[in-house]
């Protein structure tokens, strides 16, 4: 059984471009969650999604960022015009639900130039 | 808003040494503590604690919460290189949808 796969591993951006991150979560997890990791700092909850729903957005910045979990395929997350700020690992978990032991990916690594 | 503190930041210790890390937490409608082990990966699960005062055991690490003083210990005897890593703690509130709210971390060393 795959574990959450995270791609890509590194991702480098100039500042104005748009940031793609994608995450599949393991085989019967149908809630993801996205976390962002500053250098110094914990993670920090963005967004908990479920199929085609976004349950929790409070943790996400109100502009640039969205996120997505289609029917079918990984949860994206958009960042648009990135800017330095921006650069962090990002973070995806998933789990069944109700036990609500999340499992996490290996991270995306976000350089901003 | 919730808060986990962590303590030490950092520790170095020795082979074979007994290392105990600490997380204290101010949670509303705490539901779950959960510990994870970050090396350059995935963090990885290690403990759920849900109920005061049961110990978690898996080989040489196990942990125990103390809902009444509000933290948790994480202790892991006969400490090897390869478990030379960042632990964090995370709490998790009833009614919070799920989003768990993390420590800082404790970066530990294990030197040969």
């Known amino acids: 059984n795959a574990g959450v796969m995270q791609n890509p591993r590194h991702l480098v951006r100039r500042r104005g471009q748009e940031a793609r991150l994608r995450c599949s979560p393991m085989?019967?997890?149908?809630?993801v969650y996205w976390y962002r990791q500053l250098p110094e700092e914990g993670l920090k909850f963005m967004v908990y999604?479920?199929?085609?729903?976004?349950?929790?957005e409070s943790g996400m910045p109100k502009e640039r960022f969205s996120a997505e979990f289609p029917k079918e395929g990984p949860s994206i997350l958009r960042i648009q015009q990135v800017v330095r700020g921006d650069s962090a690992a990002y973070f995806c978990a998933s789990s069944q639900g109700l036990e609500n032991i999340q499992y996490f990916g290996a991270g995306t690594r976000l350089s901003v130039l | 808003e919730d808060k986990v503190v962590q303590s030490p930041l950092s520790l170095v210790v020795h082979e074979g040494d007994t290392v105990t890390l600490n997380c204290s937490y101010e949670v509303t409608n705490f539901r779950s503590l959960l510990w994870y082990k970050q090396e350059k990966k995935a963090p990885t699960f290690l403990f759920m604690l849900?109920?005061?005062?049961i110990e978690k055991k898996s080989g040489r690490l196990s942990s125990i919460l103390d809902k009444k003083e509000l933290f948790s210990i994480l202790n892991i005897t006969a400490t090897q290189t390869g478990d030379s890593a960042i632990y964090l703690c995370?709490?998790?509130?009833?009614?919070?949808?799920?989003?768990?709210?993390f420590g800082k971390g404790t970066l530990l060393t294990v030197n040969p």
């Open positions: 995370a709490v998790e509130a009833r009614g919070s949808n799920y989003k768990l709210t």
């Open positions: 999604l479920q199929k085609e729903n976004i349950i929790d």
């Open positions: 849900t109920s005061s005062g």
């Open positions: 085989k019967g997890h149908s809630h």
